[in-house]
């Protein structure tokens, strides 16, 4: 029987990323595309909801202009976030989707906005990693 859990796995691999390390008693998997900066983008199966979770860097000194930037990024963002971790060290990015009726073209349209994010703010994401 076909579980949410395979075909979120088909979908990755037919999207061309890298499964790294796989925990099917989890439903949780860490892919790879190094060549779009995505590393350790976890992909886990929580009950109703796939969580589609990065980290983009650690939060050395929590600057206001900071924090205000990435949530004016979030209003741009197509799918997904930014959002802190729950030490409030980390900025992660952070989408959830559907799982009962999830195709190829949602988890497409998600892992993508994550990479037009890293194209387009790589400067300003080492900057504030920086600070």
Known sequence: MD???DR???FVTELEYDIVSEDTA???IVVDKEEEGIKNLIIDCEDDILIIEGF???VKDKKPEMLE???????????GAFVLDDTGQKVLFRDTLQLQNLDLNEIEA???SLQLLL???M????EFSKH
Not at 69 to 79: A, D, V, Y
Not at 123 to 126: D, E, G, R, Y
């Open 8 to 10: 979120v796995k088909s």
């Open 69 to 79: 930037w990435l949530l004016k990024e979030n209003r741009n963002l197509i799918h």
């Open 56 to 58: 983009i860097f650690e």
């Open 110 to 112: 998600s892992l993508n």
């Open 26 to 28: 989890e439903e949780l």
């Open 119 to 121: 194209s387009e703010h």
């Open 123 to 126: 400067n300003a994401l080492i």
């Open 3 to 5: 579980t949410h859990f």
